[in-house]
Structures are given as C-alpha cells and as structure tokens.
C-alpha cells in the first residue's frame, strides 16, 4: 500500500528512479537520485509501506533519534517531488532499496501513483560491475524498448537478456503501461568497487542532461570523483599486476572507442558543453 499526501497538479512530470542493492554498483545510481534530492529541495509526497515488500531480516529497521524521542526508523521506498527551474518540468524521484517480495505488485503500485499524476516518461538509473579502466571516462548505455524513442533520442538498441533487477522490472512496467521507458547504466571499474563512486554517479548525471536537455549542477560531485580516482591511482600502482590490467583495460577501451570519437560523441559532448555555457553566461554575476 502507498501513502500519498497532497500533491499538487503537476506539469508534464518525469519520474526519475534508482534502487539500492544488486541494481547499484559502487552506489552510483542511488547517489544520483540523493544528489537531486538536495540540489532540487524535493520534497517526500508518498511512500511504500514496507510491510508488503521487504525482508527486515535483510533490509533491517534502525532505532534512531527522531524529533518525539527514541523510535525505530523503517527503511521503504519514498517518492519526492522536485519543480527544478532550470528544467520547466516537474520531477517524481524514487528512492529505497530493491524490494524482497511481489515485485509486480511493487511497480505497479509505484506507475499507478505516476499516471494518476500525468508522469508519461520513466528513467531508470543503475549501475553495474564492468571491465573497464578506472582512468578512461564511465561508460554509460542508454536503452528503450520502444524503437520510436530510441531513434528519436539516439539510444542504444536494447539487447541484454538474462537476470534483472527491479529496475529492470519497473522498466518493462512502464514500457508495458505504454510511458516513455529510459533506461540508463553506469558501467563501474570492477576492480574498484568500493563505495561510493561518484565518477559513475557523475557519468550518470551527464546522461540525465543529455536526455532532459538542460543542465544539472554537479556540486561536489566533481572534485569527489577527483579524489576517487586518485585513491585507485594508488592502489593501482602499489601492485604490479592490477597496473598492468589496468593498463590493458585502458587499450582495450581506447581502441574500443575510436569509431566514435570524431561523430556522435563529440557532437553530444559539445551540445553539453554549450548548454552549461550558456547556463554559466545566464546565471548570478
């Protein structure tokens, strides 16, 4: 069951969402969503009664100080609402971790709650392990299942076929509710997994302004992804053999890579550039 408070008539709302868990790979997905969260002042309008769909021997409740005294905090899936000025739309964000039982109940709960309020485009983020160079920019795939979608924003066919998450389910839901579905990964280095990583987090806001065509500020995620990289560096380079997987990591990328360094993704990049250009000349001073 979801608790909905009052919300407001909204304007042509997207519904962004990541789960925490097997879909969430260094937490590169789910820091994204918290990243809005505070740079967008959104605001908690439902949430999931946790009853139905977790474990709490998995997801386990905290006791913690709250503004009444001592009570127990129960860990469930909130949706936030944002009105970004930046974006001229509104935003439903989705967050908790990936629940333990009746997932179709689950997502249709949750798109029943963004069509009641007029949501007809679904982005899924997640984040996964990957092959691939710490050093060399995160790659990020973007999908539908819809053809006209894809063409349209220049997405990747959609091809993967084996085990899901509930991003994976909420994405063929809303696909299956007839919405916009978007899904966008982060690929993280498998071999620097530790939590967070907001480099992949970073990759993942990038995608978000390429498919919502604007700008999203990055805070400190930035300079945070600077340090992360540079903390791998060292771990790279105090053990011989991971340097030298790392080193064919970065051929093997690089080579990857080269069919598309003078089309497509220069002229994304460049777009991206000129959009924050224009969002710097227009801003405060």
Not at 53 to 64: E, G, K, N, S
Not at 98 to 121: I, K, M, N, Q, Y
Request: with cysteine; hydrophobic share 40%; proline share 6%.
């Amino acid at each position: 069951m979801i608790e909905i408070e009052d919300v407001p008539e909204l304007h042509d709302p997207v519904m962004i969402l990541a789960f925490e868990g097997w879909n969430d790979a260094g937490e590169a997905a789910s820091r994204v969503i918290e990243h809005l969260i505070e740079l967008w002042d959104a605001e908690t309008v439902a949430a999931i009664d946790p009853e139905d769909y977790y474990d709490f021997q998995v997801t386990r409740p905290r006791m913690a100080n709250q503004g009444n005294g001592r009570g127990i905090h129960w860990d469930t899936t909130r949706v936030l609402l944002a009105s970004p000025d930046s974006l001229g739309r509104d935003v439903l964000l989705v967050t908790g971790a990936e629940p333990s039982f009746r997932w179709r109940a689950f997502t249709t709960e949750l798109l029943d709650l963004g069509v009641t309020h007029g949501v007809e485009t679904v982005i899924c983020l997640g984040s996964l392990l990957a092959d691939v160079a710490h050093t060399r920019p995160i790659p990020v795939s973007s999908s539908s299942p819809d053809e006209m979608t894809s063409h349209r924003l220049e997405l990747e066919p959609l091809q993967y076929e084996g085990p899901t998450g509930i991003t994976g389910v909420v994405a063929d839901g809303a696909h299956q509710a007839e919405m916009v579905s978007i899904s966008s990964w982060a690929a993280v280095p498998h071999y620097a997994a530790q939590v967070p990583c907001p480099k992949a987090s970073l990759a993942l806001i990038g995608q978000l302004e390429d498919l919502l065509d604007t700008v999203i500020e990055h805070g400190e995620l930035e300079e945070e992804s600077r340090a992360w990289e540079r903390g791998v560096d060292e771990l790279a380079t105090s053990d011989e053999d991971i340097a030298e997987y790392v080193t064919a990591l970065e051929s093997a990328q690089d080579t990857s890579e080269l069919p598309e360094a003078s089309g497509d993704a220069i002229a994304k990049e460049f777009e991206r550039y000129l959009r924050r250009r224009g969002e710097d000349t227009n801003g405060p001073g």
